[in-house]
């Protein structure tokens, strides 16, 4: 109770940066490790629990059907899904941001043609159309990183449209008008400082659905593709062993989850109501 | 006799000449049907060098409209604004960037005038940036000008007093050596002694600089203080133009007259031996505006002639340089 009140240590920091170091220690301290072999296969080990000795080597969590050090595996895959989801954060961010303020500040036909495409990319569930875009495009990690990107610009490019529509009325892009600045010189200098503390939150918050559908992809098999781990695919292996040795499916879970978990408490921190409100309120899309 | 026939030298055209100006905008009613509003409603009016112009009119009737069709920040529908004698709304591009960087403009709000993540600094510079003319020594020339000192030139915006923020408003606009400002309320969201100060540091700019103001306000013992000749504004047109000393102690339109009989007087004597004309009912709905003179249905004057047509800015008899669009200009002299 003390803790969750205190201001210096606010309980969903606490508990938020404990998950994501938690995270960040498996995914980058382990491959420091003498232990750290991804690939090695070890039969006498298959489904070893964790702790379990196999001659000389101590499986710490354990080793999948094939024998492989979970510990390590799960390191990888942990390093993989991050990758992924930060580039296809990155990607969505930039194309959300360039579209929405493009069509925030232009209006007109440009604006209909931008909104349209992503009122209707809304329409279509999301997991529908990348399931769809993977079965038609193949599944490779490049492949989707993009995918998921292109799919997840809408939330950014609405609320930068929203923001850009105000802030081209406000006095200071008229005064820059009027002072001979272009268009251009106008979304950089004015429009993208001022949208880019509401974007970098929406990224925080898309992060984790994006750290989820990646996973989910994978999962059904349409993601990052075996020998490479991912966590979605470590629980679809998982699966068919969960009555001999139900780690091999809750560990990559707890993996998402602390990063998920982990990176929605302490982004929710820099939220406006928390952070003292400049010109950063989010409007209502 | 042959020498007074020609004209002593060509008198130089005036540095802003506006000409049937006409502003529209369009009121979308419902989905098949949008109708025009005429904010701005063929106005005529110029401004010398060195001189300020004071815009008056209640809230709604077009100045600030006005102001930004001159920057070209809202299309005209038709007319003209000559600037140096040159037509700028039919120029294009490269050129009228050109001319229209010498016409700048301070807003009324300096909060939502200055970028809050840029600093003072980059306010004052980014005109200079814009036009790749940057120097550093050159903005805080600019501070100084304007009042301020170079010292505080890192700060951002949010740190600075109102009065403040509008002299940095002000340095920005000075940046490109304008020779006109137009001035958008600019003092209307400041305490009284802080728009005194501000009001002299534009006059004192004035007189530095040859700045011709265009000053844009609804606050009418400010105007008077300032500028050297008055419009005032009624749904869209200007009713009444003329010298400040002429348009304040002879008013010749109802409007003005009721708007000057408004002001406060800070003697109680002088108060009390003036009658006030306090106008009936609403300013008419501006999508649907009265036929004939726009302001009949106000006014204590009407007489069924008003409804026939609106009344033209004609020069009041005796009184070169003092127009009024009345019909009856002379009714009331006493009052």
Known sequence: MRLARSRLFPLDIVLGSALLAAFLLVAFGVPLLPIYEPYEQDLMASLAEPFARAGEKTYWLGADALGRDYLSRLSLAARVSLGISVVAVGISLVMGVALGLVAGFFRGPIEAAIMGLGDLQLAIPRVLLLIASAAVFGSSIGMLMLLLGLTSWVTYGRLARAMALSLREREFVLAALTQGASSSWNIRRHLLPNVAPNMAIIASFEFGQVVVLEASLSYLGLGVQPPLPSLGLMINEGQLYLEINPWISILPGLVIFALVAGSQFVSQRFTPENRGAGLSRVPTV | ?335
Not at chain 2, 10 to 24: K, Y
Not at chain 2, 60 to 75: D, F, V
Not at chain 2, 97 to 104: F, G
Not at chain 2, 275 to 281: A, E, H, K, S, T
């Open chain 2, 1 to 335: 006799m042959t020498l007074r026939a020609q004209p002593a030298a060509q008198p130089a055209p005036p540095l802003l000449a506006v000409e049937n100006l006409v502003t529209t905008f369009r009121v979308r009613r419902a989905a098949w049907r949008s109708d025009e509003l005429r904010a701005v409603n063929d106005v005529s009016f110029e401004i010398q060098r060195g001189r300020t112009l004071g815009l008056v009119g209640e809230s709604g009737c077009g100045k600030s409209t006005l102001g930004r069709t001159i920057l070209a920040l809202t299309p005209a529908a038709s007319g003209k604004v000559r600037f140096e004698g040159v037509d700028l709304l039919a120029l294009s591009g490269a050129r009228r960037r050109d001319y229209s960087r010498r016409i700048q403009v301070v807003f009324q709000d300096p909060n939502a005038s200055l970028d809050p993540r840029f600093t003072a600094h980059d306010v004052i510079a980014e005109p200079l940036r814009i036009h790749d003319a940057y120097d550093h020594g050159r903005v805080e020339e600019l501070m100084r000008g304007v009042g301020l000192s170079p010292s505080v030139q890192d700060l951002k915006p949010a740190q600075f007093s109102g009065g403040q923020r509008q002299r940095i408003a002000i340095a920005r606009a000075l940046a490109l050596s304008p020779d006109m400002l137009i001035l958008d309320e600019a003092v209307s969201a400041l305490d009284v002694s802080i728009q005194a100060q501000v009001i002299n540091l534009l006059k004192e700019l004035q007189a530095r600089q040859t700045l011709s103001y265009l000053f844009i306000s609804h606050n009418l013992g400010v105007v008077r203080h300032i500028a050297d000749d008055v419009a005032v504004m009624y749904l869209g047109r200007i009713v009444e133009i003329g010298p400040t000393h002429r348009v304040f102690s002879q008013p010749r339109h109802p409007y003005t007259r009721s708007l000057l009989s408004a002001v406060p007087a800070a003697d109680p004597r002088r108060k009390a031996s003036r009658d006030r004309i306090v106008l009936q009912g609403d300013p008419p709905n501006p999508l649907n505006p009265p036929e004939g003179c726009a302001f009949r249905t106000r006014c204590y004057r009407a007489r069924p002639e008003c409804r026939s047509a609106s009344p033209p800015l004609a020069a009041a008899p005796f009184d070169a340089g003092h127009r009024v669009a009345c019909l009856f200009p002379h009714e009331d002299q006493s009052r």
